[in-house]
């Protein structure tokens, strides 16, 4: 019997793919087969062969990795959410604003790894989460970053043993 898929587009907390850049203010040309949003101040080079997204389930972009086989339960995915804060927040308090949300996602939630890193000459905090859901495990990576009234949550999702 196949198992049910699953395509999970953001546990509302976090994954960076080194290629993100804020502020899309550059005067450069375009890259082929990079994702902008100057609205939002995004740019995203997703993996080859990844269907992106736009605006999906409060994400400003996501993308779904192909279906491995037929008895793949969940799709792989990256997200990139936008929020606009009612108020100056610092990274810190955030990624504590996100994170409270993403334990309550699903059952068994459990903090892995987390620290700081600088992305786009930004601090930010980066998290890897496990929890379940119903259908599967879950593994996330991500990240949270602040500029000026915006946070910015980049999301991947996997199933543990497919977590690289």
Do not use: H
Not at 49 to 72: K, Q, R, T, Y
Not at 98 to 127: C, F, H, M, Q, R
């Amino acid at each position: 019997m196949l198992r049910r898929r699953l395509a999970l587009f953001s546990a509302p907390a976090l994954v960076l793919l080194p290629l993100v850049v804020l502020g899309c203010g550059s005067k450069a040309p375009p890259e082929p087969g990079r994702y902008y949003d100057e609205g939002r101040g995004i740019s995203i080079q997703f993996p080859p062969g990844w269907e992106v997204i736009e605006e999906e389930d409060g994400d400003a972009v996501s993308a779904l990795a192909p279906f491995e086989s037929d008895e793949d339960v969940l799709q792989e995915s990256i997200s990139v959410s936008v929020e606009d804060l009612d108020d100056a927040m610092t990274v810190d308090e955030f990624s504590n604003q996100v994170n409270a949300v993403a334990a309550a996602e699903g059952t068994d939630y459990k903090v892995e790894l987390s620290g700081s890193a600088t992305i786009a000459d930004l601090p930010a905090n980066w998290i890897i989460f496990s929890y379940k859901k119903p259908e599967c495990a879950i593994m996330t990576l991500g990240y949270c970053l602040v500029k000026g009234k915006r946070g910015y949550v980049i999301t991947c999702n996997s199933e543990p043993q497919n977590y690289a």
